[in-house]
């Protein structure tokens, strides 16, 4: 994504938060080419994979979402570079809708970020006043586990167990975005404020410890150079990976009897 992450305090470029973007930015090409193979082209082994490894996907999401938190804490560009963002999101919408719009991306993880750039971008002035601690960071992934289920319609670890959300708070169309899809509402791709805003913000209070250069030695030496540059790459990556995809299940298309 298009936020910084080279520590300013002459630390140089952290290169482990490249290497771990860059390997959710790999799960999430996987991920979308099982789908891809396997829910448009009818491939069952496309299936099989995708459904494999469908939980692990809020894991390297969120791992993708808490960089993209950390990052943001790293720059002063955050007003601008959301507003660039949420235009290519919006970008993303149209296109997807014109072309796929049986997979219509209206409010998926490019919009969700540069919402939270956006926000952070007026918020950041005030998170300047207060030091690092380690209990908002707990606080924030507790809050987000306790939220997770809000666009399933409760609060808490399951519908069994969780807390039941009032049927209202799902009937608009426009709070779909902070995690009430009403009926009608579709995003192939959906990354609600609620409960995703959370791991965002865990990320910007540990930005605090990036931007003090109090990481790790081994944080700023690169290790794995593909998955740094897959991370320094991601949004031209997530632009782009989807239409590559698409046209390699065309050409593998012949193949699918014998691939099932």
Same mark, same amino acid.
């Given at each position: ?88 999101? %919006? #970008? ?5 809708? *014109?072309?796929? $719009?049986?997979?219509?991306? /209206? &409010?998926?993880? =490019?919009?969700? +970020? ?40 409760? %609060? #808490? ?5 969780? *807390?039941?959300? $009032?049927?209202?708070?799902? /009937? &608009?169309?426009? =709070?779909?975005? +902070? ?82």
């Amino acid at each position: 994504m298009p936020e910084s992450i080279t520590a300013p305090n002459g630390r140089g470029r952290i290169h482990l938060m490249d290497e771990l973007r860059g390997f959710a930015v790999f799960c999430m090409v996987f991920y979308h080419g099982f789908y891809t193979f396997g829910y448009l082209f009818g491939n069952n082994i496309g299936v099989y994979f995708f459904n494999f490894f469908m939980p692990a996907e809020p894991f390297f999401a969120g791992m993708f979402l808490f960089i993209s938190g950390i990052a943001s804490y790293l720059t002063h560009s955050n007003l601008r570079r959301g507003t660039k963002l949420l235009a290519v999101a %919006l #970008g993303v919408t149209l296109v997807t809708r *014109i072309f796929v $719009p049986e997979d219509v991306i /209206t &409010f998926g993880v =490019l919009h969700f +970020l540069a919402v939270c750039m956006i926000l952070f971008g007026f918020l950041k002035p005030y998170a300047d006043r207060f030091r690092f601690s380690w209990i908002a960071v707990i606080a924030c992934f507790a809050l987000y586990f306790l939220t997770r289920g809000v666009p399933r319609g409760f %609060l #808490g670890c399951g519908p069994g167990f969780g *807390i039941p959300l $009032p049927g209202g708070l799902y /009937t &608009f169309a426009w =709070l779909a975005p +902070l995690g009430f899809p009403g009926p009608g509402f579709k995003s192939s791709d959906y990354f609600p404020v609620l409960p995703w805003i959370f791991v965002f913000a865990a990320g910007t209070f540990v930005g605090k410890l990036a931007k003090a250069g109090r990481f790790p030695e081994i944080a700023y030496r690169p290790q794995v150079p593909i998955l740094s540059w897959f991370g320094r790459h991601a949004l031209v990556l997530y632009l782009f990976h989807q239409p590559v995809i698409y046209g390699l299940c065309l050409l593998l298309k012949p193949l699918a009897p014998y691939l099932s």
